[in-house]
C-alpha cells in the first residue's frame, strides 16, 4: 500500500531558526493536506495543495507540492515557542468516498 | 459553532472486553471518519461513515466496526479487545468547502489503555 515518509522525524531549534520537514510519497499524490498536533492535543488542519508545484502561504509558513507530485514540503520562518508540535502530512483520496493517508510525522521543539 | 466531541476521553478495558466509542460531528456536518494514532503506527485510517452509509475502510481486522445515525452521530466498536489496540482512537468531522477544499476536524479523541 501507499507509504508516506516525513524527514526529519524530530527536530530541535533555537526560537528564531527556520525549519522545514519534507513528505515524500511511494505513490503519486491526489491532494496533500498539512496538519500540526500540540502535545496532548489532536490534529489542526492547516492547508490543503492541489496543484502540481503549488506554493501556498500562511504568515511565516511555506507550504509547498512538488512538481511530479510525490512530495511536498513545510517550511517555517523564524521558529517561535507556539510552534512546538508534530507536523503530519496527509494525502486525500476524494472521488465517492474519502481517505486520508497520513504520513509519519515531523516532531518539532522550539527552546528560547 | 461547538466542536467535534468524543466520549469517553479516557477508558481502561481488560483484554477480550469489548468497548464502544461515541463521535459527535460539527452540526451541518454528514461526514464521519475514525483513526487510530499510536506511536508505533502513527495515524492509520479506520473507516467513513456518511449519511449512515460506511464509504471507505482502511486495513483493520473485523472486530472494529462503527455506523453512523441519522443525525450524522457516530460510533465505533472494538471487539475482543488486545493490548496492541491501546491507542487514541480520533473521530474527524468533514465538510467540503469551494475550491475543493475538504477539512477534516478532529475530536479530542478516546485515550483506550487495553490491560
Known amino acids: 500500500g501507499q507509504q508516506v515518509m516525513q524527514i526529519p522525524q524530530y527536530q530541535h531549534v533555537q526560537e528564531g531558526e527556520d525549519f522545514t520537514t519534507y513528505c515524500n510519497s511511494s505513490t503519486t499524490l491526489s491532494n496533500i493536506q498539512w496538519y500540526k498536533q500540540r502535545p496532548g492535543g489532536h490534529p489542526v488542519f492547516l492547508i490543503q495543495l492541489v496543484k502540481s508545484g503549488e506554493v501556498k502561504k500562511q504568515k511565516r509558513l511555506t507550504f509547498q507540492f512538488g512538481e511530479a507530485k510525490k512530495n511536498s514540503s513545510l517550511h517555517i520562518t523564524a521558529t517561535q515557542t507556539t510552534d512546538v508540535g508534530t507536523y503530519f502530512c496527509?494525502?486525500?483520496?476524494?472521488?465517492?468516498?474519502?481517505?486520508?493517508?497520513f504520513g509519519t510525522g515531523t516532531r518539532l521543539q522550539v527552546t528560547l | 459553532k461547538a466542536g467535534v466531541t468524543q466520549t469517553p476521553r479516557y477508558l481502561i478495558k481488560t483484554r477480550g472486553q469489548q468497548v464502544t466509542l461515541s463521535c459527535s460531528p460539527i452540526s451541518g456536518h454528514r461526514s464521519v471518519s475514525w483513526y487510530q494514532q499510536t506511536p508505533g503506527q502513527g495515524l492509520q485510517f479506520l473507516f467513513e461513515y456518511f449519511s449512515e452509509t460506511q464509504r471507505n475502510k482502511g486495513n483493520f481486522p473485523g472486530r472494529f466496526s462503527g455506523r453512523q445515525f441519522s443525525n450524522s452521530r457516530s460510533e465505533m466498536n472494538v471487539s475482543t479487545l488486545e493490548l496492541g489496540d491501546s491507542a487514541l482512537y480520533l473521530c474527524?468531522?468533514?465538510?467540503?468547502?469551494?475550491?475543493?477544499?475538504?477539512?477534516?476536524?478532529f475530536g479530542p479523541g478516546t485515550r483506550l489503555t487495553v490491560t
Open positions: 496527509a494525502d486525500l483520496l476524494r472521488g465517492t468516498a474519502s481517505k486520508l493517508t
Open positions: 474527524a468531522s468533514s465538510l467540503s468547502r469551494p475550491g475543493g477544499v475538504y477539512e477534516q476536524y
